[in-house]
């Protein structure tokens, strides 16, 4: 095992230090493998379970309350995330986002950026456009779809045992 004393103990004839390294980098086909058994998260994933998560949620509150406007209004803090999620979801797949890493590192900031100003937006028309809105009912709507993010995660795509090509 490498350690840093290790590494500062060891000077060469000249009495610089040397570096030790137990990097090594993958082939392509354990490059392939990795992938294989660790899938990427499609973004879509997590906007469809947003928007049924939304779709629940919005019924949930409107068959609790039995009052239509809290329904809507839990549906409109529904849409304050799943708009600006499709809208990053879109810009960080699309072409610009892959051309290199420096275009990947600005494209994520700025179709964050979009999905910060679209929230914003769509609360403020929903408090100007729903009569009666309940903030409380936006507010949870809004809260609840957000969590999306984290049960994708636990429902992600199990992975895939990878056989040998050698075999």
């Given at each position: 095992?490498?350690?840093?004393?290790?590494?500062?103990?060891?000077?060469?004839?000249?009495?610089?230090?040397?570096?030790?390294?137990?990097?090594?980098?993958?082939?392509?086909?354990?490059?392939?493998?990795?992938?294989?058994?660790?899938?990427?998260l499609s973004p879509w994933w997590v906007v469809a379970?947003?928007?049924?998560?939304?779709?629940?949620?919005?019924?949930?509150?409107?068959?609790?309350?039995?009052?239509?406007?809290?329904?809507?209004?839990?549906?409109?803090?529904?849409?304050?995330?799943?708009?600006?999620?499709?809208l990053f979801a879109r810009g960080v797949t699309g072409?610009?986002?892959?051309?290199?890493?420096?275009?990947?590192?600005?494209?994520?900031?700025?179709?964050?950026?979009?999905?910060?100003?679209?929230?914003?937006?769509?609360?403020?028309?929903?408090?100007?456009?729903?009569?009666?809105?309940?903030?409380?009912?936006?507010?949870?709507?809004?809260?609840?779809?957000?969590?999306?993010?984290?049960?994708?995660?636990?429902?992600?795509?199990?992975?895939?045992?990878?056989?040998?090509?050698?075999?």
């Amino acid at each position: 095992m490498v350690t840093i004393a290790n590494v500062a103990a060891r000077e060469l004839e000249d009495g610089s230090e040397q570096e030790v390294s137990d990097f090594t980098p993958l082939t392509a086909e354990q490059a392939q493998v990795l992938r294989e058994q660790h899938p990427s998260l499609s973004p879509w994933w997590v906007v469809a379970g947003q928007v049924l998560v939304g779709l629940l949620f919005s019924a949930l509150a409107w068959g609790l309350t039995g009052r239509p406007v809290v329904g809507l209004s839990a549906a409109c803090g529904a849409l304050a995330v799943i708009v600006p999620a499709a809208l990053f979801a879109r810009g960080v797949t699309g072409q610009f986002a892959s051309v290199n890493a420096g275009s990947a590192v600005l494209s994520f900031f700025v179709w964050e950026l979009i999905k910060i100003v679209v929230t914003v937006g769509i609360m403020f028309a929903a408090q100007r456009l729903v009569e009666g809105l309940s903030w409380l009912a936006m507010l949870l709507g809004l809260i609840v779809t957000m969590k999306v993010y984290w049960l994708a995660l636990a429902f992600k795509r199990k992975p895939r045992p990878v056989q040998s090509k050698n075999a």
